[in-house]
């Protein structure tokens, strides 16, 4: 079975870091001709899903400006897992992380055709 599996969530105060992960079972991120390209979305509750950063198959990254400086994308040799490193976390960043595979890049969240199941992120003051 495809599936995104993420982990890594939890609860810690403004300041402190956090690194998530996504790992891909059933595929590789480069097991396909035209390569999978990742990103990590957050929702909270009643709010739109805003993309926080992406990295395309061959390396490429984008970050959302609130996390700019913050969170670092990454992806790990074997190709089946990346992270999200999260440093100097503010309550704002509070959300349920998701993170998503696509074929296309650069790409809007309709893309996005895989999606893990999400891990919460609690900040606290």
């Known amino acids: 079975e495809v599936q995104l599996v993420e982990s890594g969530g939890g609860s810690v105060q403004a300041g402190g870091s956090l690194r998530l992960s996504c790992t891909a079972s059933?595929?590789?991120?480069?097991?396909?001709?035209?390569?999978?390209?990742m990103g990590w979305y957050r929702q909270v509750p009643g709010n739109e899903c805003e993309l926080v950063s992406s990295?395309?198959?061959?390396?490429?990254?984008t970050y959302a400006d609130s996390v700019k400086g913050r969170f670092t994308i990454s992806q790990d040799n074997a190709n089946t897992t990346i992270y999200l490193q999260m440093n100097s976390l503010k309550p704002e960043d509070t959300a349920t992380y998701y993170c998503?595979?696509?074929?296309?890049?650069?790409?809007?969240?309709?893309?996005?055709?895989?999606w893990g199941q999400g891990t919460q992120v609690t900040i606290s003051s």
């Open positions: 998503a595979a696509t074929h296309k890049w650069p790409c809007e969240m309709r893309n996005y055709n895989l």
């Open positions: 059933g595929f590789t991120f480069d097991g396909s001709e035209m390569g999978w390209n």
């Open positions: 990295i395309s198959s061959d390396g490429r990254t």
